[in-house]
């Protein structure tokens, strides 16, 4: 009996040795593949069985072998096993083979990383702190028709731009003093007007004021010299009549007339005559600033289909205000797939939006040299203004101590781009009809297709910055620009803007855009 038993140890011991051999790489902490399943490690060998690992070959089979006379014939499937008396000895030896065997079963799971200490390893799968982070995309740009011009750059290629845009942001920023100054000048002008209109007898005594326009959306580039203010009129229970199927301009209809209406001297075979009424309005602007003996301000020349009377302050301000008529009623037929935020901002906003007052102004829609000189145009710029304002889909985008976007960041270089060429060609008549507007359009559809503030990080301005770009590109060559709010109206239309201005802009934004913008540093 006691040679039987010594075999029996140096088994076990052998099985043990095994066991510690299986182990130790991983217990070493060897370098495994990330993908690899639970059951790699044995499956992986080379004629593995079915159910559990491979034979060995050699002495080792040899010692199975006879292994194999000391055991039990196998059992059947699902036969219960029979219960034999076990010695003290037996049992011990039992259980060392038992826990050897356990230690190579649960082997794959020495290969997860233990976490001793918060952030001292990284899980499966995860990216070491030394690789470069992806990009916030692709952004799946809406493609107006043609292909992107070239391939998304990463940060690692954009990163030679992060300087140069940032000190160009920083350039643009706009003295506290500065503004505090001019609005003060202009708030003066613009109360002592409103004053004037609301106190006398006249057609516009009811005008409230309405701020609008890129100061006081916090997107002012430059210098706060340029600002834009709405006298509103209410006008209740009017009819609106398209113009030529445009989804923009309507003629304006009363739907009761009665005789104390101070509208009616402007009316024109029952419309509400734009021109007319813009017309008389100027005239008692003129009149009223020359009782403004304190400051400096004259009236610029009226310009060709805008609907703005614009003011000159001090020689260096410029102030434009506009008439409109506010109209309670629902939002014109043509803007109903307008307004795409659902994803963005939430249908909920939508909603809240879509229930507030649009504005008719005085611009005159376009017919072939000339101007219908009594329709109005509907404006949306106060709702411009509420989505600059709450940008972010979470709501506390960019509020002080919470997470901020770039959005703003890559609006201003648009503008700003825009404007440098515009004064570097402005002899050049390709560049008279495109503004800021059209900017500021390409950008909400950016939004709308980018509507997650993590891709806004500021991190990848230059990224996205680019993409804004890239957008903008598309909508030129394919000569399309859909009103944000009338998507049926086309701001890029032919009959508005020409295709020789277009490509010519196109082909500018393209050299700046490869040669890293040397027009930022001009003027």
């Known amino acids: 009996m006691q040679p039987r038993h010594g ?7 052998e099985a043990g040795a095994t066991a510690l051999e299986a182990s130790a790489p991983s217990a070493r902490g060897a370098p495994t593949d990330p993908n690899e399943s639970s059951a790699a490690p044995e499956a992986a060998r080379p004629n593995a069985g079915k159910f559990g690992p491979a034979r060995e070959s050699g002495s080792g089979q040899k010692k199975s072998a006879q292994d194999a006379q000391e055991r039990p014939p196998a059992r059947e499937l699902g036969a219960r096993p029979k219960k034999a008396p076990q010695r003290a000895e037996d049992a011990r030896l039992s259980d060392a083979t038992s826990a050897a065997g356990a230690m190579v079963r649960e082997r794959p799971a020495a290969l997860e ?3 001793s200490r918060a952030g001292s390893r990284r899980a499966r799968g995860a990216r070491c702190f030394a690789e470069p982070r992806p990009p916030p995309g692709p952004w799946d740009l809406p493609g107006p028709g043609l292909p992107v011009s070239g391939p998304m750059l990463g940060r690692r290629e954009l990163a030679p731009r992060t300087c140069k845009l940032r000190a160009v942001l920083e350039k643009l920023r706009l003295s506290r003093e500065d503004v505090s100054t001019a609005a003060q000048v202009v708030n003066s002008v613009v109360d002592h007007l409103l004053r004037r209109l609301q106190q006398c007898e006249s057609e516009f005594k009811g005008v409230e004021l309405l701020r609008t326009g890129s100061y006081y959306e ?4 430059s210098a706060p010299n340029e600002f834009d203010v709405m006298f509103k009129l209410e006008i209740p229970r009017i009819q609106l009549e398209e113009y030529a199927n ?3 301009y309507y003629f304006v209809k009363f739907k009761r007339n009665p005789k104390e209406n101070p509208l009616r001297q402007f009316l024109e075979d029952e419309i509400l005559s734009a021109s007319k009424m813009l017309s008389k309005f100027r005239k008692i602007i003129k009149e009223e600033i020359k009782n403004m003996q304190d400051t400096d301000v004259i009236m610029e020349r009226k310009r060709r289909g805008s609907p703005a009377v614009t003011l000159l302050i001090r020689k260096e301000i410029s102030v434009d205000i506009i008439l409109a008529l506010e109209s309670k009623s629902s939002w014109p037929a043509s803007t109903q797939e307008g307004l795409p935020i659902k994803d963005w901002l939430s249908a909920k906003v939508r909603k809240e939006l879509r229930q507030k007052p649009f504005y008719l102004v ?3 829609a376009k017919e072939g040299n000339s101007f219908q000189g009594e329709t109005w145009r509907l404006s949306f710029s106060h709702i411009e203004k509420e989505i600059l304002s709450n940008h972010g889909k979470s709501k506390t985008c960019c509020e002080k101590k919470e997470e901020k976007c770039c959005r703003k960041d890559c609006l201003k270089l648009m503008k ?3 404007e440098q060429l515009k004064e570097k060609f402005k002899s050049e008549k390709h560049m008279d009809k495109f503004c800021s507007y059209h900017v500021k359009t390409a950008f909400f559809h950016i939004c709308t297709e980018n509507p997650q503030d993590s891709q806004w ?8 910055f680019d993409n804004c770009l890239t957008y903008f590109l598309q909508c030129l060559r394919t000569e399309k620009l859909e009103n ?8 890029f239309s032919s009959n508005l803007i020409d295709k020789k201005s277009k490509e010519f802009l196109s082909k500018q934004i393209e050299y700046e855009r490869k040669n890293e913008f040397p027009v930022f540093d001009e003027f």
Request: charged share 25%; glycine share 2%; net charge positive.
């Open 246 to 248: 445009t989804g923009a």
């Open 362 to 364: 005085p611009k005159h």
């Open 7 to 13: 075999k029996a140890m140096r088994r076990a011991s």
């Open 218 to 221: 916090r997107v002012k580039i």
């Open 113 to 115: 990383p233990a976490f």
């Open 457 to 464: 990080d500021p991190k990848d301005l230059e990224l996205c």
């Open 484 to 491: 944000y709010f009338i998507p049926a109206f086309n701001l």
């Open 416 to 418: 700003y781009l825009l």
